[in-house]
Each structure stands twice: as structure tokens, then as C-alpha cells.
């Protein structure tokens, strides 16, 4: 943190004011410039979104993100909060982080005046210049903008003093950011109350003459308009938006994994192979007819789906006193009735929701099975089922068990899955075994069969 306390010294150290959009557009360009990644954490988007992100701050423009559910637009406007400079001066004690350079409030103008050089100053990071507000249907205008505080007028001023004004979010967030999420939940009434702001840059309380110059950088998350019922960004206030950026799904494999990895909180070791079923799954949800596709198939299903399949691994590793927790393919079962409620189905296919998420978990874990195991020959595994009592596994059945039972004519073709899976452990061995077995049952070359104990039997 900078060390200067009045603003004498501030001036005497070169300090020299920007506003927002300039600091915001100069920071850009200097990561662009010396190759840093101004985006930390988002994926995906590298190609198609940042490149419009980018040229909207530096033409200084206001932004709204358009795009289905879980498609990352509140992440990545809170990374915006890097473009920022650090610390930033502000006028010791008042509401709005006025620039010691440039008071706009009566208050601040006239402590300004009072003390000149003497003037003290604070410092403010950049993460307290950054302000979110999720748009509820109960939400006001002065939430947003203000209104008269009664207790101010209890100690005495007079009601059309403008020191009355209790300010809302927007000029609290005067020289940053503020991010309004769903703005189309935001009444057409409330979003009327933003025209000024977007538009002349200051704001209007109920009957004072109080404008206020503001320096903020608006912007805000939204669905397509044609894909909800709730409502609707009113057009003037749309008109107001320098720049509307559409986001989208991963659009490649490779990222939707990435995505998986980066943001899933994960309780035990969860194979590559599982993340990619995973990922694989939550794409083909995103396809399927069945399956509303205006509402999205977000990138916490996959998210959750992890989650849960390192849970029920760690569930099992307890019960079963098993050192290390690694998730297999018997794990995915659970994965489907936790995950049910975040899909939204078409009219019509009321009862037949586990049997699509069930086919559709097939065909992700056929294809990862081809992408890993093909050309292997399991031909001496099928072949030591058919002569023997089959391989049995399930949520109560230990990783090292399940690989003892595997029989001695199958053992180098076990080996040979290990390798291309690189799985080392018993519990990755195990994980890398019930992929195989589940590729040959897909393929419709063993059978598998549970039972009531919650066993799978492969023969």
C-alpha cells in the first residue's frame, strides 16, 4: 500500500488521476503488450468471447454478458476486478471514494475546502471497487441509486438538504465496477432508474437537485431474451450498453475437461477417464432432443457430477477401510439421480428422465472407452469369464479384492489397460479394470448383472 496520507503528498509523488475506463483500457494493454493472460481461470472463451471482452473496455464501453445458465459470464466479469489499479486514493471518511483530486459530493467539496493541502487520503484496493448485485424482483431504485434516510432527517437536517441522501449501490461503486446479475429480473421500472446513469453518467434521488458525476463502469449478466419468461431488458436501457457479448458452452472436449478439473472441488483421487465420461455425458445432455436446450445443461452438472463421484469413492474408502479413495465406473451410478434435477426436460418425456440420462451415461463411457482402450485385445479377459464364476464389484466391494479376483490367464491383458490408463495404485488398477469390463458389456461381449446387495457381476 502506498504510503501518502495528505493529498500535498500525493501530489508531490507524480500521482496523476484516470478515470475507470482509462485505467481499466491501459491495465489491458499492457498485459496484451508484455504477454500476460488478463483472463486467469476462464477457458474456452480464448477464440470467440475474449476478443470482443477486450475491444469493448478499450473502446470504454459498458457491457452486458448474454448466455444460457452456468456458461461462466459472472466469472469472468469478476475477473475485470484485475484490470484495476491496485490501490487507489480516496478522501478519508466519505461514502463514494471520491478522488482527492476531484470531490462530487457537498460534504466532500466542502472538507476539501476546509482543509486544502491538509486534505487526508486512504487507500482502497481493488477488490473493494468492485460491487455485485443479483436483480430480485423486490429489488428498488434506491437500492440501486438511492433515497432519503430518515435517521438523517431525525438528527435534525432538513428534508430537501442533499446530505439527507442514503446512496445506493451505483454511486458507492463511483470509480469501479458494478456487476447487476440477471438484469432481466430487474422490474422495467427499477431498470428506468438506471437510464441517467448509463446515459449522462450521474444520478437523480427522488425530487433533489443533487447530480452527481459519476465514474463507474456498469455492466451486467443476462439469459438470451428469448429463452426466459421472466422478463426482459427494456430497450432504452439496452440501447444504453456500448457492447452485448455472447458467451457459450465449451465448444471443445479438451476444455469442458479443463473446466472440470479447474472448479470442481474434489474429496478423493477421481481417474482422467471418469472426468472425461463426465465431460462427455454433459455434452451429449446438451444435444439430446429430450432435453430443453434453451435452458442449458450448465458446467455445474459436470462440476457436481465429480464432485459426487469423488464422495461416493471416499463414502466407499471408509466403509470398506481402504487407504486410498479412488473413484471406478460403479461410482457413475450415483451420479445420475443427483444430477436429474439440474436438466429440464421437454413436455412429454414426464417418466423417461433416468432412462435418457441413463443412455446417455452409456454412450459417454462407450466413447471413452474407444478412445482409450481401443485396439486393446481383451479377447484372454472375455475368454477367462466364460471359463470361470465372473468378476464381481460394486460400492461394497474393496479395490484390491477386485483385482485378486481377476483370474491368472487374464492377467497380462490387465496389465496391458493399467499401462495405457496409467494407473499404478490398487484403486487406479481397479478403476481401470471396471472401465474395460464396462466397454466389454457396452460392446456386448460379457454380461453384468446386480444383484440386491448392490453387487455387479461381469461374466
Do not use: C
Given at each position: ?227 426466459t419468461n421472466r422478463g426482459r431488458i427494456i430497450t432504452p436501457l439496452k440501447d444504453r450498453f456500448g457492447a452485448e457479448v455472447r458467451t457459450h458452452y465449451p465448444l471443445e472436449l479438451d476444455d469442458e475437461i479443463e473446466v472440470i478439473e479447474q472448479e470442481a472441488d474434489l474429496t478423493a483421487s477421481v481417474p482422467a477417464h471418469l472426468i472425461e465420461i463426465l465431460a462427455r455425458f454433459t455434452r451429449y445432455t446438451r444435444d439430446h432432443p429430450s432435453i430443453d ?167
Amino acid at each position: 500500500m502506498p504510503t501518502e496520507k495528505t493529498v500535498a503528498q500525493l501530489r508531490a509523488s507524480g500521482h496523476v488521476q484516470r478515470d475507470v475506463r482509462d485505467e481499466i483500457r491501459n491495465n489491458l494493454l499492457t498485459k496484451l503488450r508484455d504477454g500476460d493472460d488478463p483472463w486467469p481461470g476462464i477457458v474456452g472463451f480464448e477464440d470467440t468471447v475474449l476478443p470482443q471482452v477486450e475491444r469493448a473496455l478499450i473502446a470504454g464501453h459498458d457491457l452486458v454478458m448474454l448466455g444460457e445458465r452456468g456458461q461462466g459470464k459472472t466469472r469472468l466479469l469478476r475477473t475485470m476486478v484485475g484490470l484495476l489499479d491496485e490501490w487507489t486514493p480516496v478522501i478519508a471518511g466519505t461514502e463514494l471514494n471520491e478522488h482527492p483530486y476531484e470531490p462530487i459530493t457537498p460534504a466532500a467539496k466542502r472538507l476539501a475546502a476546509e482543509l486544502g493541502d491538509d486534505l487526508p487520503i486512504e487507500w482502497r484496493h481493488r477488490d473493494e471497487r468492485y460491487s455485485e448485485k443479483l436483480a430480485t424482483p423486490d429489488t428498488s431504485v434506491g437500492d440501486l441509486v438511492g433515497d432519503v434516510d430518515p435517521m438523517k432527517v431525525a438528527e435534525g437536517r432538513s428534508l430537501g438538504d442533499p446530505e439527507t441522501i442514503h446512496f445506493g449501490l451505483i454511486p458507492r461503486g463511483h470509480r469501479g465496477i458494478v456487476v447487476i446479475n440477471e438484469l432481466p429480473d430487474l422490474a422495467e421500472r427499477i431498470q428506468v432508474g438506471m437510464l441517467n446513469v448509463m446515459e449522462e453518467r450521474d444520478i437523480q434521488v427522488r425530487g433533489y437537485t443533487l447530480r452527481l458525476p459519476l465514474d463507474v463502469m456498469l455492466m451486467a449478466s443476462a439469459n438470451p431474451e428469448d429463452y426466459t419468461n421472466r422478463g426482459r431488458i427494456i430497450t432504452p436501457l439496452k440501447d444504453r450498453f456500448g457492447a452485448e457479448v455472447r458467451t457459450h458452452y465449451p465448444l471443445e472436449l479438451d476444455d469442458e475437461i479443463e473446466v472440470i478439473e479447474q472448479e470442481a472441488d474434489l474429496t478423493a483421487s477421481v481417474p482422467a477417464h471418469l472426468i472425461e465420461i463426465l465431460a462427455r455425458f454433459t455434452r451429449y445432455t446438451r444435444d439430446h432432443p429430450s432435453i430443453d436446450q434453451r435452458s442449458g445443461v450448465s458446467a455445474r452438472f459436470a462440476i457436481a457430477g465429480a464432485e459426487t463421484v469423488a464422495a461416493a469413492a471416499l463414502h466407499r474408502a471408509t466403509v470398506l477401510g481402504e487407504e486410498l479413495a479412488v473413484a471406478r465406473v460403479v461410482d457413475l451410478q450415483s451420479v445420475i439421480e443427483v444430477l436429474r434435477g439440474k436438466v429440464e426436460f421437454e413436455s412429454g418425456e414426464e417418466g423417461r428422465e433416468l432412462e435418457i440420462l441413463e443412455h446417455l451415461l452409456r454412450k459417454a463411457t462407450a466413447d471413452a472407452v474407444r478412445a482409450h482402450l481401443g485396439g486393446a485385445d481383451l479377447t484372454s479377459l472375455v475368454t477367462a469369464l466364460e471359463g470361470g464364476e465372473g468378476i464381481v464389484t460394486g460400492d461394497r466391494v474393496r479395490a484390491e479384492d477386485l483385482v485378486k479376483s481377476i483370474p491368472p490367464q487374464a492377467a497380462g491383458v490387465v496389465d496391458e489397460i493399467a499401462g495405457r490408463l496409467e494407473a499404478e495404485s490398487a484403486g487406479e488398477r481397479a478403476a481401470a479394470l471396471e472401465l474395460a469390463l464396462e466397454g466389454l458389456f457396452l460392446a456386448r461381449k460379457i454380461s453384468k448383472e446386480a444383484d440386491e446387495a448392490g453387487q455387479t457381476v461381469y461374466g
